[in-house]
C-alpha cells in the first residue's frame, strides 16, 4: 500500500513535467491548423468579424470556467489593465494582422515569411526586454530555421507576381506590425504577468482583444458572418482547439521557459500546415520543400534545445 501511494504521488508530480514535454510539439500542430480555419472560414465570413465572434466566444467560456472553478481574479486594476495589453497584441493585433492582409489578396508565402522573422526579432531583443542570453548555438539554430522556412516557401514566391505586391503595401505593413506585437506581447506577458492564473489570464486576454477587434470590423467590413454549418464548424474548432487549448499551452509555454526558445517554434508552424494543406486541400508539395522542412526541424532542435 505504501509502495502504491508513493507511486501515486511520483505520478502526480510528473504529470507538469510531461505536460511541458509533449507541449511544444501539441502546440505546433494545433497553431497550425489556424491557416486551415481561416481558409475554410474565409468563404462565409469576413476575417475581423469571425475573430471578435471566436474572441466573444472563447472568453466567454474560459471566463465562466475561471469563475466557476474560483480561479484567483486580477489583484490590482493595473494586473487587468496589462493583461488586456497582452491580449490586445497577441491576439487582436497578432491575429488580425495577418487574416486581414490574406483577405486583402496578400499571398499566405509572404505572410508567412514575414511571421517567420519573429524568432529572429526575438532572438534580437531577448537581452535588453527579457534578460535572457542567446547562446552561439542557438543563434545557429535560429538563422538555420530561418534558411529552411525560404527553401520551404520557394515554390510560393516563385508564383508570386511582384508587380502585385506594389498594390499591397498597406496589406504588407500590417502584417508586419501584427509580427512585431505578437513579439513584444510575448515579452510583455513573460516580464509583466508573471504567475496569474492562466484561466484567468486568457479570459482578461480574449476581452482584450475583442475590445481591440470588433471597432475595427465595424469601420472595415460589412461585418459578413454566414449561419451556416461550415462557418460553425470553423468556429468550434477555433475556438475550443486553437483559442483554448494551443493558447493554454502558449502561455504556459512562456511561463516555464524562456522567450527566445518558446518563439522558435514558430518556424515549424509553415511547414505542418503546408503538410496539412496537401492532404486536406490537395496542395502541392515538392522534394525541395520536404528538404526545407528538414532545415527547419534541425533548426529548432538546436534553437530549442536545453
Known amino acids: 500500500m505504501i509502495a502504491c501511494n508513493r507511486r501515486l504521488v511520483y505520478d502526480r508530480a510528473m504529470t507538469p513535467a510531461l505536460i511541458l514535454r509533449l507541449a511544444p510539439a501539441i502546440f505546433v500542430f494545433i497553431w497550425s491548423t489556424g491557416w486551415i480555419v481561416a481558409k475554410y472560414a474565409a468563404p462565409h465570413a469576413d476575417p ?8 466573444a466566444t472563447a472568453g466567454l467560456l474560459v471566463g465562466a470556467f475561471a469563475l466557476a472553478a474560483g480561479a484567483r481574479q486580477p489583484s490590482s486594476k493595473r494586473e487587468a ?6 491580449g490586445a497584441l497577441m491576439h487582436a493585433v497578432y491575429l488580425g494582422g495577418v487574416w486581414w492582409p490574406i483577405s486583402q489578396g496578400l499571398p499566405a508565402g509572404i505572410s508567412a515569411l514575414i511571421a517567420a522573422l ?61 509580427m512585431v506585437s505578437v513579439t513584444f506581447g510575448t515579452f510583455h506577458q513573460k516580464r509583466f504577468l508573471g504567475s496569474p492564473d492562466l484561466r484567468t489570464l486568457a479570459a482578461w486576454q480574449y476581452l482584450g482583444a475583442f475590445l481591440v477587434t470588433l471597432p475595427v470590423a465595424f469601420v472595415l467590413e460589412p461585418m459578413r ?3 451556416v454549418p461550415e462557418t460553425f464548424y470553423a468556429l468550434a474548432w477555433a475556438v475550443l482547439v486553437l483559442s483554448i487549448g494551443a493558447i493554454a499551452l502558449l502561455l504556459m509555454m512562456i511561463r516555464h521557459g524562456s522567450v527566445a526558445r518558446t518563439s522558435a517554434l514558430i518556424y515549424l508552424i509553415p511547414p505542418t500546415a503546408a503538410l496539412q494543406a496537401y492532404v486536406m486541400f490537395g496542395e502541392t508539395l515538392v522534394l525541395l520543400q520536404l528538404l526545407g522542412m528538414a532545415v527547419v526541424a534541425a533548426g529548432v532542435y538546436l534553437a530549442t534545445r536545453s
Open 225 to 227: 458572418f454566414d449561419l
Open 48 to 55: 475581423l468579424t469571425f475573430l471578435s465572434v471566436r474572441y
Open 118 to 178: 519573429q524568432p529572429l526579432l526575438t532572438a534580437l531583443l531577448a537581452r535588453p526586454f527579457s534578460g535572457e542570453t542567446i547562446s552561439l548555438r542557438r543563434w545557429v539554430g535560429v538563422g538555420l530555421g530561418f534558411v529552411g522556412i525560404l527553401i520551404v516557401l520557394q515554390p510560393k514566391f516563385a508564383a508570386t507576381d511582384v508587380e502585385q505586391l506594389s498594390g499591397l503595401v498597406v496589406p504588407l505593413a500590417v502584417n508586419v506590425v501584427a
Open 81 to 86: 489593465v496589462n493583461m488586456l495589453l497582452s
